[in-house]
């Protein structure tokens, strides 16, 4: 996970809070990414049903991602 990343986390109080991870990558995904949020805000709800795409297809991913979105309830689904 980036360094910047961990200087978010610690600067800001996720308690109480829903986490949901999602990210673009070369090939390494979450690469643990999800655990060390949990860690770091072990008072918050860290969802493990994120979503994590691949720099190769990033740019025919947009249904993914509504269905994604819908999926977690986070898109009304029209």
Request: charge should be negative; aromatic fraction near 10%.
């Amino acid at each position: 996970m980036p360094q910047m990343m961990y200087s978010f986390f610690d600067e800001y109080d996720f308690s109480g809070k829903t986490i949901i991870p999602f990210n673009s990558h070369g090939g390494s995904g979450f690469s643990g990414s999800v655990q060390k949020i949990a860690g770091l805000e072990p008072d918050a709800d860290v969802r493990t049903d994120g979503l994590s795409i691949s720099r190769t297809v990033m740019a025919t991913s947009e249904e993914n991602i509504v269905n994604w979105l819908e999926k977690i309830g986070m898109k009304k689904v029209s």
